[in-house]
């Protein structure tokens, strides 16, 4: 009874605080501007099962793609033993499907055994990617960052270890007290990894390694589930609806803006009120100078971002030294997000736009911008090639939120790069980028 009093306290203690995580990065995603969802479904879904659950976009690179699946295969099948483990720590039972789906649940235990050994052999070879051979793309990332890729690896060999501890000591406690520890079948590690290490043990010994490994298996899931929310890999769960929600218009495909088509209708007289603009009215942003400028869908981008560089390793730019890192680019505006979203949950006054009215996504000036993470430089080199686009396993568009940043510099401060200028002003003026003195369209008088 004690056991099941702690369960159901650190458990529904831990839910509930990685809920309220979730729901506030939900918020911060939302503080983007409504866009649209258009297009066939059919195509969206199919992007959820070959890209996010699939893994298809992976294989580009297969080596790191075939461990990255092993740990990906070994995660989900693990959590049908999760289930088991919150069903036995609930109600104070062991082993809850053991004689409830016969052959079937020897069949699980097998798969999860051998897809965990495939798992930590993988994590081993990320770790040593990352700290031995130093592959660039990684050991690029300083700071929290870096502990941050090491620290989920370090955690799943903590996990691993959990497993076998827990399932080599109960096999061997099935031979001594059958009747509290029902026959799981012969298991493809605990089997014989069990009697090997534990079998000159003595039974309370076991007793108390079989629960130690059961509940550090149950705290470390809990403790991933709270630490998700502060990490990169928050993919694993965000990259389903990324995937679905991703744009499916064609590759460099800019959408209009509002603002501009309405005005452009009203010159040419396409709208119904064709009267000039009040002086007093105030002019529209173009682009994004801020996260709430962007749409919620790059926000959401930013946090499915698995960091793992391979848009910035494909980026031409980058590649020939200059400043921009699309992966840079989308942890830039998670964590302008997130400061955004903490400064207006503090409902300080000093944070509104007009003090008169509460703090608010519509209602808010901090005297900062994303110009402040991403500097004019760095959108500046972009090319727009999409090779960023590309080459994200999880179908982010870091392209996006440059355009807009570009567009908001441009059309909004009048500002720019000085060799942009000149052909600006061209177009402007002449209607042709290179400022030909003849009408652009006098070719198709002549005779």
């Given at each position: 009874?004690?056991?099941?009093?702690?369960?159901?306290?650190?458990?529904?203690?831990?839910?509930?605080?990685?809920?309220?995580?979730?729901?506030?990065?939900?918020?911060?995603?939302?503080?983007?501007?409504?866009?649209?969802?258009?297009?066939?479904?059919?195509?969206?879904?199919?992007?959820?099962?070959?890209?996010?659950?699939?893994?298809k976009k992976m294989f580009k690179r297969w080596i790191?793609?075939?461990?990255?699946?092993?740990?990906?295969?070994?995660?989900?099948?693990?959590?049908?033993?999760?289930?088991?483990?919150?069903?036995?720590?609930?109600?104070?039972?062991?082993?809850?499907?053991?004689?409830?789906?016969?052959?079937?649940?020897?069949?699980?235990?097998?798969?999860?055994?051998?897809?965990?050994?495939?798992?930590?052999?993988?994590?081993?070879?990320?770790?040593?990617?990352?700290?031995?051979?130093?592959?660039?793309?990684?050991?690029?990332?300083?700071?929290?960052?870096?502990?941050?890729?090491?620290?989920?690896?370090?955690?799943?060999?903590?996990?691993?270890?959990?497993?076998?501890?827990?399932?080599?000591?109960?096999?061997?406690?099935?031979?001594?007290?059958?009747?509290?520890?029902?026959?799981?079948?012969?298991?493809?590690?605990?089997?014989?990894?069990?009697?090997?290490?534990?079998?000159?043990?003595?039974?309370?010994?076991?007793?108390?390694?079989?629960?130690?490994?059961?509940?550090?298996?149950?705290?470390?899931?809990?403790?991933?589930?709270?630490?998700?929310?502060?990490?990169?890999?928050?993919?694993?769960?965000?990259?389903?609806?990324?995937?679905?929600?991703?744009?499916?218009?064609?590759?460099?495909?800019?959408?209009?803006?509002?603002?501009?088509?309405?005005?452009?209708?009203?010159?040419?007289?396409?709208?119904?009120?064709?009267?000039?603009?009040?002086?007093?009215?105030?002019?529209?942003?173009?682009?994004?100078?801020?996260?709430?400028?962007?749409?919620?869908?790059d926000i959401l981008g930013a946090y499915t971002c698995?960091?793992?560089?391979?848009?910035?390793?494909?980026?031409?730019?980058?590649?020939?030294?200059?400043?921009?890192?699309?992966?840079?680019?989308?942890?830039?505006?998670?964590?302008?997000?997130?400061?955004?979203?903490?400064?207006?949950?503090?409902?300080?006054?000093?944070?509104?736009?007009?003090?008169?009215?509460?703090?608010?996504?519509?209602?808010?000036?901090?005297?900062?911008?994303?110009?402040?993470?991403?500097?004019?430089?760095?959108?500046?080199?972009?090319?727009?090639?999409?090779?960023?686009?590309?080459?994200?396993?999880?179908?982010?568009?870091?392209?996006?939120?440059?355009?807009?940043?570009?567009?908001?510099?441009?059309?909004?401060?009048?500002?720019?790069?000085?060799?942009?200028?000149?052909?600006?002003?061209?177009?402007?003026?002449?209607?042709?980028?290179?400022?030909?003195?003849?009408?652009?369209?006098?070719?198709?008088?002549?005779?």
């Amino acid at each position: 009874m004690i056991q099941q009093i702690l369960f159901l306290i650190i458990a529904g203690g831990a839910s509930f605080y990685a809920f309220r995580q979730f729901m506030a990065i939900r918020q911060t995603i939302l503080l983007g501007q409504d866009e649209e969802i258009s297009g066939d479904s059919a195509e969206r879904w199919r992007n959820v099962l070959l890209i996010a659950f699939g893994q298809k976009k992976m294989f580009k690179r297969w080596i790191p793609a075939v461990f990255h699946l092993f740990i990906y295969v070994a995660f989900i099948f693990t959590q049908i033993e999760l289930i088991e483990i919150f069903i036995d720590g609930a109600f104070g039972v062991h082993r809850f499907f053991a004689d409830k789906i016969g052959g079937l649940y020897n069949l699980i235990l097998n798969t999860i055994e051998v897809l965990s050994v495939l798992a930590f052999v993988a994590t081993f070879i990320f770790l040593a990617r990352r700290n031995l051979l130093k592959v660039p793309r990684l050991y690029s990332l300083n700071g929290w960052p870096k502990l941050d890729g090491n620290l989920i690896l370090i955690f799943e060999v903590v996990l691993l270890v959990a497993i076998f501890t827990m399932n080599g000591t109960d096999a061997v406690l099935q031979g001594i007290d059958p009747d509290h520890y029902p026959d799981t079948g012969t298991l493809a590690v605990s089997s014989w990894l069990g009697p090997a290490l534990f079998g000159g043990l003595g039974e309370g010994t076991l007793i108390v390694l079989e629960r130690m490994g059961w509940w550090l298996h149950l705290v470390m899931v809990l403790l991933f589930l709270n630490y998700l929310p502060k990490s990169k890999h928050l993919h694993i769960m965000l990259a389903f609806p990324n995937t679905f929600f991703s744009r499916l218009k064609s590759r460099g495909e800019m959408d209009n803006m509002p603002e501009i088509m309405n005005e452009v209708k009203s010159m040419m007289g396409l709208t119904e009120d064709t009267g000039e603009a009040s002086m007093e009215e105030e002019l529209p942003e173009f682009g994004a100078n801020d996260v709430t400028g962007l749409s919620w869908i790059d926000i959401l981008g930013a946090y499915t971002c698995t960091e793992c560089g391979r848009c910035t390793s494909e980026c031409p730019a980058n590649q020939t030294g200059k400043k921009l890192s699309p992966r840079k680019v989308m942890m830039d505006i998670r964590d302008r997000a997130e400061e955004v979203y903490t400064k207006i949950e503090s409902g300080k006054e000093e944070y509104a736009a007009n003090p008169e009215q509460p703090v608010s996504k519509d209602n808010f000036d901090d005297g900062k911008s994303l110009f402040d993470y991403i500097t004019r430089e760095e959108i500046h080199a972009c090319t727009t090639c999409n090779a960023c686009v590309e080459a994200c396993p999880v179908l982010i568009n870091p392209l996006e939120p440059i355009l807009k940043m570009r567009r908001y510099e441009i059309l909004t401060e009048s500002a720019g790069p000085g060799d942009w200028l000149p052909m600006f002003n061209a177009i402007e003026n002449s209607g042709a980028a290179w400022s030909m003195t003849i009408d652009r369209e006098e070719w198709t008088k002549a005779e």
